[in-house]
């Protein structure tokens, strides 16, 4: 079956309505399992070792590993995705603070709050994105049209208001930005989880850089 929103969403009613308790504990295992291994890592012995349950069962409630895989990115997209972290943060950009740190400050907080809550869910999108395209792309999508496009007038608006300068491309601009809040979540929750970073101070100089740049002024 081709991965699609409209799949992804009829997999969604199954996610939030288990047939039962077992079927539940089988989604919410398999959800920490491929956050962990990645779909090609994650065995259906393990998946059900996890949740409890023989392969046998296992394979009457998902009769194939990628069933079971688009059940946890049907909630991955459209439980955690979509109403939580996307339609917070897109809420935030259109929040237009006093001043340009203060915006770009609280939003980065906001986002290191939100993935510290669920880190596994962070691992889990981006061996999604690795693996499927079809998710790729869905997600891009929705990313583009809620996210990009929003932050984009928000650096047309910083650029009128005199903070920013008029004469770089707001679209490369916001890619540097996502690119740059990006890498600190990945390094802090994936790459490094355990190297001792205050997530205050490192906001504080990832803003710095970002704003100032690294150039010794003489």
Known sequence: ?????????????AYQNPESEKEKDIVKAAEDVFAELGFSGATTAELAKRAGVTERTLFKYFPSKMDL???V???????TILPGHMSDLKERLQSLKPNFKEWYVTILKARYTAVAKEPQKLKLLLGALLFSKEFSEIFGNLWKIN????????IEYFQQMGEIRKDL??????????SLAASFLITKFVL???????????????????????????
């Open 192 to 218: 490094a989880p355990k190297y001792p970073i205050d997530p205050n101070k490192e906001i504080e100089t990832l803003f710095i850089i970002f704003y100032q740049g690294i150039k010794n002024e003489i």
């Open 147 to 154: 996210l990009y496009d929003t932050s984009v007038e928000a």
């Open 169 to 178: 491309d707001p679209n490369q601009i916001v890619r540097a930005s996502f």
């Open 73 to 79: 990115l049907s909630g991955l997209l459209l439980s």
């Open 1 to 13: 079956m081709k991965l699609t929103l409209k799949s992804l969403q009829n997999e969604f009613n």
């Open 69 to 71: 895989y688009r059940r």
